[in-house]
T-cell receptor, first 114, second 110 residues
Framework: GAGVSQSPSNKVTEKGKDVELRCDPI?????LYWYRQRLGQGLEFLIY????????KSGLPSDRFSAERTGESVSTLTIQRTQQEDSAVYLC????????????FGSGTRLTVV | TQLLEQSPQFLSIQEGENLTVYCNSS?????LQWYRQEPGEGPVLLVT?????EVKKLKRLTFQFGDARKDSSLHITAAQPGDTGLYLC??????????FGKGTRLHILP
């Protein structure tokens, strides 16, 4: 596609439910990042994928968070047993190569846990 | 401690005025990026600076990378309401993660 696509754009879920967020990177982009942005805050790194290498999961805040990516295509971020503090915008970015001079972001998924 | 310190955190000025926002660190970086984020959207890359002392211009926006490659500034001339947004600087950390500052939230009053 022309840009990074994220779905859903908005998600409201009840506390304790699991949610799955999806990111479609730009075709051919080997690197993919997930970030979390709380209201009025900057971007907090969660995880990145580079080709077939093991992902860097060091930013995941708890074991309730997990992410997968199939090859160089779609990635899903799963949050289990959601908590109110998980409410945020989850942003995905991709780049053509690792250590690229610039990343293309999707519009994000706004998650609200009630 | 934040790797990147952005200042000011908030800035509200009248249309037509000039402004400068800053991104500072005690670390040296091989490159630095500036992004603008509008409400409901993801950040959009404005520029990447690579060489110490480098100056890049994008219409009314002027970006400078410090000589020591530890800091950067963004100057906007004759600000317009369309410049309103969150301005973020970012670098590639030693562990290859992209690290963002907390941003400067800019509001241009018509």
């Amino acid at each position: 596609g022309a840009g990074v696509s994220q779905s859903p754009s908005n998600k409201v879920t009840e506390k304790g439910k699991d949610v799955e967020l999806r990111c479609d990177p730009i075709s051919g982009h080997t690197a993919l990042y997930w970030y979390r942005q709380r209201l009025g805050q900057g971007l907090e790194f969660l995880i990145y994928f580079q080709g077939n290498s093991a992902p860097d999961k060091s930013g995941l805040p708890s074991d309730r968070f997990s992410a997968e990516r199939t090859g160089e295509s779609v990635s899903t971020l799963t949050i289990q047993r959601t908590q109110q503090e998980d409410s945020a915008v989850y942003l995905c970015a991709s780049s053509l190569i690792f250590r690229s001079y610039g990343y293309t972001f999707g519009s994000g998924t706004r998650l609200t846990v009630v | 401690t934040q790797l990147l310190e952005q200042s000011p955190q908030f800035l509200s000025i009248q249309e037509g005025e000039n402004l400068t926002v800053y991104c500072n660190s005690s670390s040296v970086f091989s490159s630095l990026q500036w992004y603008r984020q509008e409400p409901g959207e993801g950040p959009v890359l404005l520029v990447t600076v690579v060489t110490g002392g480098e100056v890049k211009k994008l219409k009314r926006l002027t970006f400078q990378f410090g000589d020591a490659r530890k800091d950067s500034s963004l100057h906007i001339t004759a600000a317009q309401p369309g410049d309103t947004g969150l301005y973020l600087c970012a670098v590639q950390g030693r562990d290859d993660k992209i690290i963002f500052g907390k941003g400067t939230r800019l509001h241009i009053l018509p």
